[in-house]
């Protein structure tokens, strides 16, 4: 089987409503998604480096640890990852790393940035080189891409500022 792209673009609109729905519930609007070409469909990976204090627990990596645990693999050759945001460093590196042939981005880095999660500083911490990726990682716009960015900073807007402390006497 051969996703065509109206079913990649249903499959990132599904993520992107999966993500607001997360963002509502009080997680972070990230969501990522492996597929392959048999017909596989992860489960959605959100990020959980609060709930399992695993700091490499992101949306993008929960997503392809699933996948790999789901069908007892070493490497993900022949999977193509979707993320609801552009992914970090951290994961990049990761999905390179384990052989994901494509990705598909709802959201790139620099919007992402707009709305308050900039980790572009992340990529050469990873030795990742952005212009390098063009033959792997693909813009994929769908309907309310923006919309988990958007919700999250309208219900997290109070803690955008960490509280001050009052004056020493």
């Not at 994901?100 to 572009?120: K, L, N």
């Not at 990726?133 to 994929?140: A, C, Q």
């Not at 716009?141 to 919309?147: F, I, T, Y």
Request: glycine fraction near 6%.
């Amino acid at each position: 089987m051969s996703w065509t792209r109206a079913e990649l673009v249903a499959l990132m609109a599904d993520a992107v409503e999966f993500s607001i729905r997360h963002v509502e519930s009080g997680g972070l609007p990230f969501v990522g998604v492996v597929i392959d070409e048999n017909g596989y469909v992860s489960r959605h990976g959100v990020n959980e480096v609060h709930r399992t204090e695993d700091p490499t627990a992101h949306a993008e990596i929960m997503a392809m640890r699933s996948a790999m645990r789901d069908r007892d693999l070493n490497d993900l050759r022949g999977t193509t990852l979707l993320a609801t945001g552009e992914p970090c460093g951290l994961c990049y590196r990761y999905a390179i790393d384990h052989r994901v042939e494509r990705i598909y981005v709802a959201v790139d880095s620099d919007t992402v940035a707009e709305h308050g999660f900039d980790y572009r500083g992340s990529y050469p911490a990873f030795h990742i080189d952005r212009p390098q990726l063009t033959s792997i990682v693909h813009r994929l716009p769908v309907a309310r891409q923006l919309e988990p960015f958007e919700r999250f900073l309208h219900l997290n807007r109070n803690r955008a500022h960490p509280p001050t402390l009052p004056p020493k006497d």
